[in-house]
């Protein structure tokens, strides 16, 4: 009875232990204005095995929040941790030119370079932590 005490107790701490080692990307990331001037607020976390993006709040070239279809779109997806800060595989889609890129991603503190590439044309932005 006592071995399976222990094993209950070891169990649960595991448990406990891999649900706060959150990726350290998870969280709300401001994106760099588009052509339009146009930014958004956008969640990282987890989807299946893979990381994800979701537009959360979207804000006009003013700075102003403003309705838009695409809030609660997801905008990056597949993206899969490969160590170091660095991200890979993913796809990213870009609302100001309605365009999905092969994309990577490197985090470097409260910082996070994303960039992505169709048919050799590449664009990269650096995102702030908001939370």
Do not use: N
Not at 85 to 92: E, Q
């Amino acid at each position: 009875m006592r071995g399976w005490k222990f094993l209950m107790a070891a169990l649960a701490l595991g448990l406990a232990a891999g649900v706060a080692q959150a990726d350290p990307v998870e969280g709300v990331w401001q994106t760099q204005p588009g052509d339009d001037g146009a930014f958004g607020h956008v969640r990282i976390a987890p989807c299946g095995g893979a990381i994800c993006g979701t537009l959360v709040r979207a804000y006009g070239g003013d700075g102003k929040p403003r309705e838009t279809e695409t809030l609660g779109r997801r905008i990056v997806w597949d993206m899969a941790a490969e160590g170091g800060g660095a991200y890979g595989g993913g796809k990213i889609w870009a609302p100001d030119r309605d365009k999905t890129y092969a994309s990577k991603m490197m985090l470097d503190g409260d910082r996070l370079k994303v960039s992505g590439c169709v048919i050799g044309i590449c664009r990269t932005q650096t995102w702030a932590r908001v939370e």
